[in-house]
């Protein structure tokens, strides 16, 4: 079974920045798109970001923009998230994604389903 291995999560205070990493076998990390998803309590899973494994393009989700930036490190297969200005309701657990295909299209890059593998997920916690 392929993993994923998320790692970075933490409590921090609002304004505050975190990264996060995600870390998958080569095959699956350079398959198709990274991305990073999160659940907050009671909420649906939420797209946060998505790079394809060429790099050319990143995606996010509207509450994210401009605070939030993913990124590839082909070299150790890792894809990191790198969260700036935290919000309370930033607060969630973040999930690292692997598809099979490139997607290079915004509005499919964001859909859930078209990702395959799935970490187990990491907390981040925003206090206000």
């Known amino acids: 079974q392929v993993q994923l291995t998320e790692s970075g999560g933490g409590l921090v205070r609002a304004g505050d920045s975190l990264r996060l990493s995600c870390t998958a076998p080569?095959?699956?990390?350079?398959?198709?798109?990274m991305a990073w998803f999160r659940q907050a309590p009671g909420k649906e899973r939420e797209f946060v970001a998505s790079?394809?494994?060429?790099?050319?393009?990143?995606y996010y989700g509207d509450s994210v923009k401009g605070r939030f930036t993913i990124s590839r490190d082909d070299a150790k297969n890792t894809v990191v998230l790198q969260m700036n200005t935290l919000k309370p309701e930033d607060t969630a657990v973040y999930y690292c994604?692997?598809?099979?295909?490139?997607?290079?299209?915004?509005?499919?890059?964001?859909?859930?389903?078209?990702?395959?593998?799935w970490g187990q997920g990491t907390q981040v916690t925003v206090s206000s």
């Open positions: 790079i394809p494994r060429t790099g050319e393009f990143t």
């Open positions: 080569g095959r699956t990390f350079n398959g198709g798109n």
């Open positions: 994604a692997a598809s099979r295909t490139i997607y290079r299209a915004a509005h499919v890059a964001s859909q859930e389903s078209r990702y395959f593998y």
